[in-house]
């Protein structure tokens, strides 16, 4: 066995051999050849074999040049009959002169022979004989040499055969022989079958294109993008279907870089346009193709559609940017913290609402800026987040402000810790401080709004009973209302009409074939004098309607449209009567026209009508002249008309507020309060309401109006609408305000009187008490005392009256300071030598047991030594600080130390003083500096509660600012901060 390589026109051609020793008498005979060609197609092997035929007896020289010029006849036949494709040589005729094994065997199958076919029987056959395809005995007609495929069922089933025929020419040029090769290609069919499927059907682009960008092999996919076929793609190239020359000469250059660097590329994003302008994203694999030799003249491009990629990606950035940018600009703050509450985000919105910079509580706990009243509830709610993933939680509580002060935050909480785009907790943050003072003064005035509404609930109750019968009579007067519609509809059904049919002749006459017997009652003419003479009929329109009811006819009678027209008629005994003409045209051919019609007296609703229109007029007059707004709306709340006066009330023209809902115009607190009214109304659970509630005027103000509303109805009962009659109630409002302050002015007046009386009678009675003994000592008793006893019992009486009249010199100072009489006179103030004579003064007639201790700020120094002063009243500031000393000397225990202290910050000047006494209780401090007041730990200390709420008030008249510092048991600071009003 053994592979022989042949050459055939310059084309090398291999087979593989298989030997085998032919015997004669002891020495060989010869070889027997089977040989199968390893890389030659069915015309190369054609050529190859005329090519042997064609040869001449070979000399020995040239038979000792195999596969040159030709081969040994025996050698042929051992080829050809070993060969496993079908051959086949043919003569002019297409009569058979020689067939190999395989051919035999294919035409015992083709004729379904059981025996073995010989040689012998088959030479001389033609082709059809034979059993060949008709394609191949049309190609020997025609003589051209000619490669094909066809396909016949077998009895294994169907098979595809590639045939090549190749006609042979002798010296004259004449057909001499055909030669007849084929070859059983079923199995490489069905595979480029399969392959072809895989290609089309795969989503990706799969190309193969030679150096010039043809397009060698393509897929369905491709095609579709450039809008054609397969087929059509086929030896083109992109710049035929592509309309963008940029994107086809990257992809050229692109393909020979690949082909000449014999390397493959990875394109990450390439576009390709089609004919239609739309581009699309691909991700596109280049692969060189190389050939035997080594070289690459064709490239393999598989590229991926990331159309939606990209898409999805420009759609991922645009939504990021639009909720950053929602983000940054909310007016809620919104915070990021981690698993410990450590600040991870901080959005801008907190700078306005906390006066904090985003980045400045970055890294700190939350927990640290929370009220210490908040911070246990604030903690739960965040360890219940922490326990609930994707779980949200909404808390109020008290957040520290920037400049030391709490505002009241509103918060909502979610985690997002598991979510890996966020990896946190998001709290949402609103500032509600405004809204919990509010809910504070409400709550104050709930008391005495308790004993209004009451008063109200009880006016209100008697109006809804007045109310409700009205509304029952009112229903009343419908039900019978409604009975006498129903009365006069079977009235009007039982009305008898006139009914007619008349023929129209095309040369304008008209003949009436039939007219029913209501036109006697009609128009006082009877059927038989109407038919004989149809104009009697027409005599009897109105003149002056006669001229529209001849347009409406002509018209319907032209067109064949039909007639529906009202006109007047005077009947033979001179009445006057409406009637309603509604007539059909049918054409009959040749011009004529039949005319079907009904004739109804409708003279009864034409005067309702009349009256119906002055009816409306009278009640538009009312609506229009009403002393309050009447609006009717649809049932959603559509303003559908509405009256002079609700306009004035709101301050809009009518045509300005028409086709508005409701809502619109509703104070924001009022709109779910009628929002659930009416749905009430709707669902039919209440026939009217009452209420009160505001308005939004066209200027933006608020105006309160009573609110009465009832539900209207059609004949049927169904629900229409709503009608509403709103009545300015802003005065009454107003009225109801000023009431209120009253009340609550002369309830702190009755507080404060109570407060005084119970002060006078407490604080007068010791010194009343101290005076009465020592007078009635002095009276009983005076001639056994001393001189120095007598001086004694009336320094006791002088001591009491001093003690009485600073008490009534500081409610008179009060009253004087709270009725804004008390006259501010600030001038320059030696503020270091005013204090140090105070001090000096409190230290020579204070306890000499307690010491103050005064201390000054180096920077007042230095400012007085410039010669600038303060400019503070002298006489008020004394008053300030004598309270405040004297107040630290008697709530401290003897023998205990006073510090004063006097400082200058920030253009103020500051004063402490700070004692170790008995200290205020927490809940005393908030009402410290109102009249009357005194601590509940003061016990038998004397004291009026007057001291400190004038202090305030001389504070406030200084634009200055008072505040404390106090521990029971361990002792007090005030704190008083004033403005220092410099001057140059």
């Known amino acids: 066995m053994g592979k022989i390589g042949y050459e055939h026109h310059g084309q090398s051609i291999s087979f593989t051999h298989s030997y085998k020793a032919l015997r004669g008498r002891g020495a060989p005979a010869g070889f027997l050849l089977r040989s199968c060609s390893q890389n030659m197609s069915l015309p190369l092997i054609s050529d190859w074999l005329i090519d042997r035929f064609a040869s001449h007896q070979l000399t020995d020289t040239e038979q000792q040049q195999p596969g040159i010029q030709g081969l040994p006849s025996h050698i042929l036949d051992s080829i050809l009959s070993a060969c496993t494709d079908p051959f086949y040589i043919f003569d002019r005729k297409f009569r058979l002169l020689y067939a190999n094994r395989a051919s035999l065997l294919w035409i015992q199958q083709v004729l379904n022979k059981s025996e073995p076919l010989l040689l012998s029987e088959a030479i001389g056959k033609t082709g059809e004989e034979l059993g060949l395809p008709p394609e191949v005995i049309a190609s020997h007609e025609a003589c051209q040499k000619k490669v094909f495929t066809t396909g016949r069922s077998r009895q294994e089933g169907f098979r595809y055969h590639e045939y090549a025929l190749t006609p042979i020419y002798n010296l004259n040029g004449q057909v001499d022989i055909v030669v007849l090769i ?27 294109k030679d150096r010039e960008g043809k397009f060698i092999l393509v897929n369905q996919a491709l095609a579709n993008i450039y809008g054609t076929t397969v087929e059509d793609l086929i030896g083109k190239t992109d710049a035929d279907f592509n309309p963008n020359p940029i994107e086809v000469q990257n992809y050229l250059q692109a393909d020979r870089q690949v082909m000449d660097t014999l390397k493959p590329q990875i394109i990450a994003e390439e576009t390709v346009s089609s004919v239609t302008g739309e581009t699309r994203w691909f991700q596109t694999i280049k692969a060189p193709l190389r050939s035997p030799d080594g070289s690459a003249d064709r490239v393999l491009v598989v590229a991926t559609d990331i159309t939606e990629r990209k898409q999805a990606e420009v759609a991922l950035c645009q939504s990021e940017a639009k909720w950053r940018s929602l983000i940054q600009n909310s007016s809620d703050v919104v915070t990021i913290v981690d698993a410990n509450n450590q600040i991870l985000y901080q959005s801008p919105s907190i700078t306005k609402i906390l006066g904090y910079h985003p980045n400045e509580l970055v890294g700190f706990q939350g927990f640290e800026f929370v009220h210490p009243d908040d911070i246990d509830s604030v903690k739960e709610a965040f360890a219940q987040l922490l326990n609930s993933p994707t779980c949200t939680l909404s808390i109020s509580y008290r957040f520290r402000h920037q400049n030391g002060s709490w505002r009241f935050l509103e918060s909502t909480g979610t985690n997002l810790l598991n979510e890996p785009w966020v990896e946190g907790i998001v709290i949402n943050s609103r500032d509600v401080t405004e809204r919990q003072q509010a809910q504070l003064a409400l709550q104050q005035l709930n008391e005495e709004l308790e004993r209004r509404v009451e008063e109200r609930t009880r006016e209100l109750t008697e109006a809804n009973q007045r109310l409700e019968a009205e509304i029952i009579q009112h229903q009343k007067t419908e039900v019978a209302l409604k009975a006498s519609q129903q009365q006069l509809l079977a009235i009007a059904a039982n009305v008898p009409g006139v009914v007619y049919r008349a023929l129209l002749h095309s040369e304008g006459s008209i003949t009436l074939p039939f007219i029913s017997n209501g036109i006697q009652q009609l128009a006082g003419l009877t059927p038989a004098a109407a038919i004989a003479n149809p104009q009697l009929l027409f005599d009897l329109i109105h003149p002056d309607d006669r001229a529209a009811f001849n347009q409406q006819l002509q018209a319907g009678v032209v067109n064949l449209q039909p007639l529906n027209h009202e006109c007047r008629i005077v009947t033979a005994d001179g009445q006057l009567k409406w009637l309603h003409y509604s ?56 303003l559908l008309q509405v009256n002079q006066t609700f306009g004035e009330i709101l301050g809009y023209t009518p045509s300005e507020i028409l086709g508005r809902n409701f809502v619109e115009i509703t104070y924001a607190e009022d709109r779910e309060v009628s929002r659930k009214y009416h749905r009430k109304m709707l669902a039919g659970e209440v026939e009217n309401i009452s209420l009160e509630k505001r308005y939004i005027r066209k200027d933006g103000s608020a105006i309160w109006c009573l609110f009465n509303g009832a539900v209207l109805r059609d004949g049927e009962g169904e629900l229409k609408g709503f009608i509403c009659v709103i009545q300015d109630i802003s005065d009454r409002k107003q009225a109801e305000v000023a009431l209120r302050k009253a009340l609550a002015k002369e309830k702190e007046l009755n507080e404060l009187k109570s407060r005084f009386v119970a002060m006078i009678s407490h604080e007068f009675r010791t010194p009343l008490t101290t005076i009465l003994s020592s007078a009635e000592l002095l009276q009983r008793y005076s001639q056994r005392f001393t001189e120095e006893k007598k001086i004694t019992h009336l320094g006791r009486i002088q001591l009491s009256v001093e003690h009485m009249t600073q008490m009534l010199n500081d409610v008179l100072l009060l009253g004087k300071t709270e009725a804004g009489k008390f006259e501010f006179q600030p001038a320059p103030l030696d503020i270091r030598q005013f204090c140090r004579a105070l001090v000096e003064e409190f230290q020579l007639s204070a306890d000499s047991r307690h010491t103050i201790h005064f201390e000054e700020c180096s920077s007042l120094s230095s400012l007085q030594g410039q010669g600038r002063y303060p400019h503070l009243d002298r006489k008020l500031l004394r008053h300030i600080l004598s309270n405040l000393l004297s107040n630290a000397i008697k709530y401290s225990p003897k023998s205990s130390t006073v510090n004063f202290k006097l400082a200058v910050e920030d253009k103020q000047i500051i004063f402490q003083i700070e004692d170790r006494g008995i200290g205020i209780p927490e809940e005393d401090q908030c009402h410290l500096f109102e009249s009357f007041h005194r601590a509940k730990n003061v016990g038998t200390i004397p004291g009026t509660g007057l001291g400190l709420a004038i202090v ?30 410099e001057k140059g």
Request: hydrophobic letters at 35%; aromatic letters at 6%.
């Open 182 to 208: 084929s070859r059983d290609i079923t199995e490489r069919h069905q595979t480029e079958e399969i392959l072809r499927n895989v290609i089309d059907t795969n989503p990706h682009l799969i190309l193969v």
């Open 583 to 638: 007539t059909r045209y049918t054409p009959i051919g040749n011009g004529d026209a039949i005319a079907d019609g009904v004739v109804l007296d409708i003279s009864d609703r034409k005067r309702s009508e009349a009256a119906l229109w002055e009816s409306e007029q009278q009640f538009r007059a009312i609506f229009e002249q009403a002393a309050v707004g009447i609006v009717q709306t649809s049932l959603e709340g559509q």
């Open 952 to 981: 305030k008030n001389l504070v406030t008249l200084h634009s200055g600012q008072i505040t404390l510092q106090s521990q029971v048991g361990v002792g007090t600071t005030f704190t008083v901060t004033l403005p220092l009003y």
